[in-house]
T-cell receptor
């Protein structure tokens, strides 16, 4: 296992287009998180899944954003009708939860950088 | 809402010096804190963590101190090296909670030779 993988690494799109990002977590991790990071800021939480269930969504996640994790493995984050303000790095992280797993340490991928023109 | 913040946005040190990066948190319910390092073009990388039942934890060249009385967290890096240059974030959350970690804004550490 090579860690958390994200694809694509870079995406340039025109305003109004839809984009989709994919995240492949560490295989034995049951939790998967999406964060957004803009220049000079810390990662901002968007949403997270435990297995295939989406358990929490930030109010940052507008109606144009949707995330799925259909089989409890990889996840996709789709942004519809992109706006220039959506330009950011979209980070995925995974962790192993449960009493036997210890601390809730998130392992991050390298991110998908979105530029909306 | 509650958030984690950092005292200084930038810190410049000479190679070999010790570095101290500070962080203030506001959520007294948080019982778990992590320091992450982020290099340009990469995702955040775990450095060290500490639970709220501890006040100090040491790793290799790094030490995290937690002062729950004043809600303050610090990261000490011994003998700072050019490879330590990065943005450092503290994050807070629950040790086993089903909620996400909340990150502060970050401190950019620059190490000159």
């Amino acid at each position: 296992d090579t860690g958390v993988s994200q694809d694509p690494r870079h995406k340039i799109t025109k305003r109004g287009q839809n984009v989709t990002f994919r995240c492949d977590p560490i295989s034995e991790h049951n939790r998967l998180y999406w964060y957004r990071q803009t220049l000079g800021q810390g990662p901002e939480f968007l949403t997270y899944f435990q297995n295939e269930a989406q358990l929490e969504k930030s109010r940052l996640l507008s109606d144009r954003f949707s995330a799925e994790r259909p089989k409890g493995s990889f996840s996709t984050l789709e942004i519809q009708r992109t706006e220039q303000g959506d330009s950011a790095m979209y980070l995925c992280a995974s962790s192993l939860s449960g009493l036997a797993s210890g601390a809730n340490v998130l392992t991050f991928g390298a991110g998908s950088r979105l530029t909306v023109l | 809402g509650e958030s984690v913040g950092l005292h200084l946005p930038t810190l410049s040190v000479q190679e070999g010096d010790n570095s101290i990066i500070n962080c203030a948190y506001s959520n007294s319910a948080s019982d778990y804190f992590i320091w992450y390092k982020q290099e340009s073009g990469k995702g955040p990388q775990f450095i060290i963590d500490i639970r709220s039942n501890m006040d100090k934890r040491q790793g290799q060249r790094v030490t995290v101190l937690l002062n729950k009385t004043v809600k303050h967290l610090s990261l000490q890096i011994a003998a700072t090296q050019p490879g330590d240059s990065a943005v450092y974030f503290c994050a807070e959350g629950g040790y086993q909670a089903g909620t996400a970690l909340i990150f502060g804004k970050g401190t950019t550490l620059s190490v000159s030779s």
